[in-house]
T-cell receptor, first 111, second 114 residues
Framework: QKEVEQDPGPLSVPEGAIVSLNCTYSNSAFQYFMWYRQYSRKGPELLMYTYSSGNKEDGRFTAQVDKSSKYISLFIRDSQPSDSATYLCASLRSNDYKLSFGAGTTVTVRA | DTAVSQTPKYLVTQMGNDKSIKCEQNLGHDTMYWYKQDSKKFLKIMFSYNNKELIINETVPNRFSPKSPDKAHLNLHINSLELGDSAVYFC?????????????FGEGSRLTVL
């Protein structure tokens, strides 16, 4: 069983829609939670990270972590065609600092 | 200036061959990684080096041998290539091991084994 499970997708939404991406994790040692964005034929790039439970907002992006239910979410408001990419959630263990990734969700925003 | 650069970008080779991928980072980071991304986009860590010292060595066949000549470089050599080795290999770096999960990735080296 993977330590971080991600809704597989793919997701296709019209421009302007809200995109909701979700992951769950199994290891209580995870303390940092990240979302990476990967465009086609490129390497992943860090989009947002949060420490422990709570919300973090950055422009049109909101990351949420609920440690009690081991749930990680990313919301993209007013989605744009340029948001079309694969989104990978990731969690960092506090004991050995090993980063575990979800399998990624490919999002297509239709103009 | 590319922060994490890896060469070659594409590799097509026959089963049984040996190949190498090179990686360099100019960010001044202490820690470098090799990740493998399969066709389903799952990204799995293979190795991690901190200041030239191996610190993470996941369950990877010993046909894969990383080498870090200095903290800015991390190479990956693969012996006796198999079909299942076909994947995209990403090099990444981070400031140090006790990081917040912010890794800087290269653009990947796409390996196809025929």
């Amino acid at each position: 069983q993977k330590e971080v499970e991600q809704d597989p997708g793919p997701l296709s939404v019209p421009e302007g829609a809200i995109v909701s991406l979700n992951c769950t994790y199994s290891n209580s040692a995870f303390q940092y939670f990240m979302w990476y964005r990967q465009y086609s034929r490129k390497g992943p790039e860090l989009l947002m990270y949060t420490y422990s439970s709570g919300n973090k907002e950055d422009g049109r992006f909101t990351a949420q972590v609920d440690k009690s239910s081991k749930y990680i979410s990313l919301f993209i408001r007013d989605s744009q065609p340029s948001d079309s990419a694969t989104y990978l959630c990731a969690s960092l263990r506090s004991n050995d600092y090993k980063l575990s990734f979800g399998a990624g969700t490919t999002v297509t925003v239709r103009a | 200036d590319t922060a994490v650069s890896q060469t070659p970008k594409y590799l097509v080779t026959q089963m049984g061959n040996d190949k190498s991928i090179k990686c360099e980072q100019n960010l001044g980071h202490d820690t470098m990684y090799w990740y493998k991304q399969d066709s389903k986009k799952f990204l799995k860590i293979m190795f991690s080096y901190n200041n030239k010292e191996l610190i993470i060595n996941e369950t990877v066949p010993n046909r894969f041998s990383p080498k870090s000549p200095d903290k800015a470089h991390l190479n990956l050599h693969i012996n006796s290539l198999e079909l299942g080795d076909s994947a995209v290999y990403f090099c990444a770096s981070s400031q140090d091991t006790a990081n917040t999960g912010e890794l800087f990735f290269g653009e990947g080296s796409r390996l196809t084994v025929l």
